[in-house]
């Protein structure tokens, strides 16, 4: 992916306000419960190794990844911390994994009986997913995952490193289907004779809402970049510190005339003479196409995007005429306004997460703070 290093367009990552994030959550944990960092998908778009070592200045003793791939990458650059894999891996891997020592995610017996066919003298550590609600991965009933549990125990090919489900709407008020999964996940611990080292229920909404169901270690993912897992709906514990800014520069500035239009489909007719300024970025830097009314800010001021987004330009109404370089802020602070991710998701109609995820290699992520002040 070719990175647009000669376009100003660009997002801005506080390694501090990451840090302090993570700081804020471990200090809310008990004294036995661990904080994983849950960096997949490249850090939710801020980096996946930058994340991970920043997170780990702040306190975090292990990795939560997605993909053999990403746990692959951070064991590559040199992190000796434990990683679990939280999807499914193709059972043919069980030996690679086992010998990077990264620990995956299991969910059903099948997949056992295969990969001991497979390891050889290093044992693969296992958590078993429990579906207690969720209805996307891990065992449904008690009687399955009490034969697994105990098979792992027998099987010098395996180390029974965990065992974890994963709520549906630990970001919601109503906490009855939230309350239904944890009776059912207690059910499945009592099935255990010994428990594994690591009992683990909790993503970020259910630690800053749910504290108390927490086990001996948390995943903690959206927390990290300083983002609301419910939007706006439940307010956070404690002051989330927003990591990622996204800026650009006016690459063109005109003055148009009344009744002239602007972008593809002529959507847009100016109603009166208009300053209308151009800003290099577009959908294919994961500036999506429904953003279109959206607004960004320059000098303090809130300025409409009007007309369609293009690939890779885009084009706001200026309130008066400002030069080609005149910085613009498309999510961050300028003059005491600011434009969040959460405020980009609900006019987009989705999630924060979404739209940190979405931005695309074209833009340079920059990185701010990454020393550590003493
Ligand atoms: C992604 C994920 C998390 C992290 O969720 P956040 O809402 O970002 O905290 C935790 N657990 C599992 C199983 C996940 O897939």
Redesign the pocket.
Known sequence: MVVGLHRPSKLIIDAEAIRNNVKHEIERLNDDSELFA?I?ANG?GHGIIEMARFTKQAGATGF?V?ILDEALTLREAGFTEPILV??ITDVKYARLAADKNISLTVGDQAWLDSAAEIIEQTPLKIHL?LDTGMGRIGFQDEATFKQAASSLERNSKFEFEGV?T?FAT??ENDATYFNLQVARFQNFIAQLTKRPRYVHV????T?LWHAACNGNMI??????YGMN?SGRALESPFALQPAMSLESELSFSKLVESGRSISYGATYTAEKDEWIGTIPIGYADGYERRLQGFHVLIDGQFCEIVGRICMDQMMVRLPKEYPVGTKVILAGESGGKSISMTDIAEYADTIN?EITCGFTQRLPRIYINDGIAK
Do not use: W
């Open positions: 849950v997949k939710y939560c997605a939280l999807g997913g974890f994963h630990a970001d909790s993503n970020t909404a630690s995943r903690f993912g959206v927390g990290i897992p997460y």
